[in-house]
T-cell receptor, first 116, second 113 residues
Framework: AQKITQTQPGMFVQEKEAVTLDCTYD???????LFWYKQPSSGEMIFLIY??????QNATEGRYSLNFQKARKSANLVISASQLGDSAMYFC?????????????FGKGTRLHILP | KAGVTQTPRYLIKTRGQQVTLSCSPI?????VSWYQQTPGQGLQFLFE???????NKGNFPGRFSGRQFSNSRSEMNVSTLELGDSALYLC????????????FGPGTRLTVT
């Protein structure tokens, strides 16, 4: 079974609109971390936002926010006021067991296209 | 603070050859992880090094190996290259002291012909 599921292979959004990228995860650990990364066509993975499983507040970083719904095992990324530069591949990822250093598992990604 | 650097950025090799990729983490970061990214398989974890020791390993054949030096720089080696090894190889570093964020380098794009 996939640990990280991103159900939207691609999305087209009009500039200035808000975008929600879906991510669901599967873990039996109580302690875990969730990440979102952006990968432009250049290939570099850019860290966007992090949410710990025990964090009570949803994480926010500028125009990025993470809609964390623990009971549903959902960690959707919300981008407000989208810009042309937001066009990229977006990956949701999870690290299990925060008290030990472990590998990060990535979803398949969502390709976001922002239309002028 | 300088980011994660990877060299070379692009590489073309022939089947059967071997290749060594290099990664320099962010200053102060002791953990280096390697990932392979292909269109078909997505991002797959190769291995992680911390303080010169391999701490975790993904599901790759023994042709893939790595090491880490005392200055935290890491190298990844692939022997007997196959066409399927063509990929973007990404290196990532984090502090290793429960550091939450993992920062990636620009990657090395390897093409095997």
């Amino acid at each position: 079974a996939q640990k990280i599921t991103q159900t939207q292979p691609g999305m087209f959004v009009q500039e200035k609109e808000a975008v929600t990228l879906d991510c669901t995860y599967d873990t039996s650990d109580q302690s875990y971390g969730l990440f979102w990364y952006k990968q432009p066509s250049s290939g570099e993975m850019i860290f966007l936002i992090y949410q710990g499983s025990y964090d009570e507040q949803n994480a926010t970083e500028g125009r990025y926010s993470l809609n964390f719904q623990k009971a549903r095992k959902s960690a959707n990324l919300v981008i407000s006021a989208s810009q042309l530069g937001d066009s990229a591949m977006y990956f949701c990822a999870m690290r299990e067991g925060m008290n030990r250093d472990d590998k990060i598992i990535f979803g398949k990604g969502t390709r976001l296209h922002i239309l002028p | 603070k300088a980011g994660v650097t990877q060299t070379p950025r692009y590489l073309i090799k022939t089947r059967g050859q071997q290749v060594t990729l290099s990664c320099s983490p962010i200053s102060g970061h002791r953990s280096v992880s390697w990932y392979q990214q292909t269109p078909g398989q997505g991002l797959q974890f190769l291995f992680e090094y911390f303080s010169e020791t391999q701490r975790n390993k993904g599901n790759f054949p023994g042709r893939f190996s790595g090491r880490q030096f005392s200055n935290s720089r890491s190298e990844m080696n692939v022997s007997t290259l196959e066409l399927g090894d063509s990929a973007l190889y990404l290196c990532a570093s984090r502090s290793g002291q429960g550091g939450k964020e993992q920062y990636f380098g620009p990657g090395t794009r390897l093409t095997v012909t």
